[in-house]
């Protein structure tokens, strides 16, 4: 079956996991993905929180699915040949170098178009143009320039990181976007561009609701927030929120049946107006629905900490499924908190292809998650991650046209 990125091929230049995780999209999506590593050292995640002695990392392994792996030494003059003739032949290059790498190569923009007007140069980067554009940024960094790390933790404790990576993977989504939107653009002009995706930008548009309410500040407290009903006055800053929702419907973490033993055992209940009637019928306070405290929303805002103390009375007395199952019927949302155990576990989510098993020819099996997307006429297959190397003589001759009399002066020459 024709994949919507067939024919489109992609120069991988991406290590760890902001890029390989654009790539690595592109790829599911039938992209050919040529990853470019360094001859006997590869991606530096290959070796890091290695599980399996003498196997690939699930940190490597999990983020570079359908790829082939190409070893080249970039710095070598015969490295270059083969990277010149790479250029030519894809469609776009990833990269997430630190700043400037690539100039310093002899790759920079400039030269690429020589080498290929159509081509897409496409770039992860810490910040954008400004005072901090040259600065290395990880995961977590990014996290705390964006705006999260600030609003994430409770208002009385330390700024917190998410254990969601949206510095790195939300970037490389968002450059997995730019470089489709840029592929379009070519069909019409025939030109390539350059397209950018740094963290703290993609950080700070996740946390777009955050922006929202340092601008309503202005008007006064955030009185959805469990601070304002606690009588704690309000910085010039959106605070942290702890657990409350971002929507304007509150919603906290309520503690269900088994939580003094498990860890996650616990529910996400949002008292949304729409059905509160429905909420009282099941936590046992009919004469809620007509009480002056409790009949609004707005009534409600003063007594959140009370209204939630009398739902988790009711919740700790059902297992999180439980919940489910009684409040789903009359339209309460809420949500269980489920552990990665469960998650990997879960049948429905191996039939969808969100979560994969892979076989590994080092490590054996191995579960990875697989495509986000899901389109109605591609089935996405998700392939195990390349060794090292694998597909080095594969590319230099069927992609790139060398001869074995070139492949094996170029591996003389210490190039591949």
Same mark, same amino acid.
């Given at each position: 079956?024709?994949?919507?990125?067939?024919?489109?091929?992609?120069?991988?230049?991406?290590?760890?996991?902001?890029?390989?995780?654009?790539?690595?999209?592109?790829?599911?999506?039938?992209?050919?993905?040529?990853?470019?590593?360094?001859?006997?050292?590869?991606?530096?995640?290959?070796?890091?929180?290695?599980?399996?002695?003498?196997?690939?990392? %699930?940190?490597?392994?999990?983020?570079?699915?359908?790829?082939?792996?190409?070893?080249?030494?970039?710095?070598?003059?015969?490295?270059?040949?083969?990277?010149?003739?790479?250029?030519?032949?894809?469609?776009?290059?990833?990269?997430?170098?630190?700043?400037?790498? $690539?100039?310093?190569?002899?790759?920079?923009?400039?030269?690429?178009?020589?080498?290929?007007?159509?081509?897409?140069?496409?770039?992860?980067?810490?910040?954008? @143009?400004?005072?901090?554009?040259?600065?290395?940024?990880?995961?977590?960094?990014?996290?705390?320039?964006?705006?999260?790390?600030?609003?994430?933790?409770?208002?009385?404790? %330390?700024?917190?990181?998410?254990?969601?990576?949206?510095?790195?993977? +939300?970037?490389?989504?968002?450059? +997995?976007?730019?470089?489709?939107?840029?592929?379009?653009?070519?069909?019409?002009?025939?030109?390539?561009?350059?397209?950018?995706?740094?963290?703290?930008?993609?950080?700070?548009?996740?946390?777009?609701?955050?922006?929202?309410?340092?601008?309503?500040?202005?008007?006064?407290? $955030?009185?959805?927030?469990?601070?304002?009903?606690?009588?704690?006055?309000?910085?010039?800053?959106?605070?942290?929120? =702890?657990?409350?929702?971002?929507? =304007?419907?509150?919603?906290?973490? %309520?503690?269900?049946?088994?939580?003094?033993?498990?860890?996650?055992?616990?529910?996400?209940?949002?008292?949304?107006?729409?059905?509160?009637?429905?909420?009282?019928?099941?936590?046992?306070?009919?004469?809620?629905?007509?009480?002056?405290?409790?009949?609004?929303?707005?009534?409600?805002?003063?007594?959140?900490?009370?209204?939630?103390?009398?739902?988790?009375?009711?919740?700790?007395?059902?297992?999180?499924?439980?919940?489910?199952?009684?409040?789903?019927?009359?339209?309460?949302?809420?949500?269980?908190?489920?552990?990665?155990?469960?998650?990997?576990?879960?049948?429905?989510?191996?039939?969808?292809?969100?979560?994969?098993?892979?076989?590994?020819?080092?490590?054996? @099996?191995? %579960?990875?998650? +697989?495509?986000?997307?899901? $389109?109605?006429?591609?089935?996405?297959?998700?392939?195990?991650?390349?060794?090292?190397?694998?597909?080095?003589?594969?590319?230099?001759?069927?992609?790139?046209?060398?001869?074995?009399?070139?492949?094996?002066?170029?591996?003389?020459?210490?190039?591949?």
């Amino acid at each position: 079956m024709s994949q919507p990125l067939d024919g489109i091929r992609i120069l991988d230049f991406t290590h760890v996991q902001s890029g390989p995780t654009c790539t690595q999209l592109l790829a599911w999506m039938g992209a050919d993905v040529i990853k470019v590593e360094r001859p006997g050292v590869g991606d530096a995640t290959r070796k890091q929180l290695v599980d399996v002695e003498g196997a690939d990392s %699930l940190y490597f392994t999990m983020l570079n699915h359908n790829k082939r792996s190409l070893t080249l030494n970039s710095k070598n003059e015969a490295g270059k040949e083969v990277l010149e003739r790479l250029v030519q032949k894809c469609d776009v290059l990833v990269e997430n170098f630190a700043p400037g790498a $690539l100039d310093r190569m002899g790759f920079g923009w400039e030269r690429i178009q020589e080498l290929n007007p159509r081509m897409i140069m496409a770039s992860v980067k810490g910040f954008g @143009p400004g005072p901090y554009e040259d600065c290395k940024v990880y995961e977590n960094v990014a996290q705390c320039a964006g705006g999260s790390a600030s609003t994430t933790g409770f208002h009385d404790g %330390l700024p917190m990181i998410t254990g969601a990576q949206i510095g790195d993977s +939300g970037t490389g989504l968002n450059l +997995g976007f730019g470089i489709l939107a840029a592929l379009l653009h070519r069909e019409k002009t025939g030109r390539g561009q350059r397209v950018l995706a740094a963290m703290q930008d993609g950080v700070i548009n996740l946390c777009r609701v955050k922006l929202r309410d340092q601008q309503r500040l202005k008007a006064g407290p $955030l009185k959805e927030y469990s601070q304002h009903g606690e009588n704690v006055p309000f910085g010039e800053a959106t605070p942290r929120a =702890g657990n409350d929702s971002g929507g =304007g419907q509150p919603g906290r973490i %309520l503690k269900c049946k088994g939580w003094e033993t498990d860890p996650d055992a616990y529910t996400y209940f949002i008292t949304q107006a729409a059905v509160w009637k429905n909420i009282c019928d099941i936590i046992g306070k009919p004469d809620w629905k007509e009480h002056p405290d409790y009949a609004s929303p707005l009534a409600r805002l003063p007594h959140l900490n009370e209204v939630f103390c009398a739902i988790e009375d009711w919740t700790v007395t059902k297992t999180k499924y439980e919940v489910m199952e009684i409040c789903n019927p009359l339209n309460i949302p809420v949500g269980p908190i489920l552990s990665m155990k469960e998650l990997a576990e879960e049948p429905s989510l191996r039939a969808t292809g969100t979560i994969v098993e892979c076989d590994h020819p080092e490590r054996g @099996p191995y %579960l990875s998650v +697989g495509c986000p997307v899901k $389109l109605s006429d591609n089935a996405f297959t998700v392939t195990r991650s390349p060794l090292l190397g694998e597909h080095t003589d594969e590319v230099l001759s069927k992609v790139l046209g060398f001869s074995d009399e070139d492949i094996a002066s170029f591996k003389e020459a210490g190039a591949v």
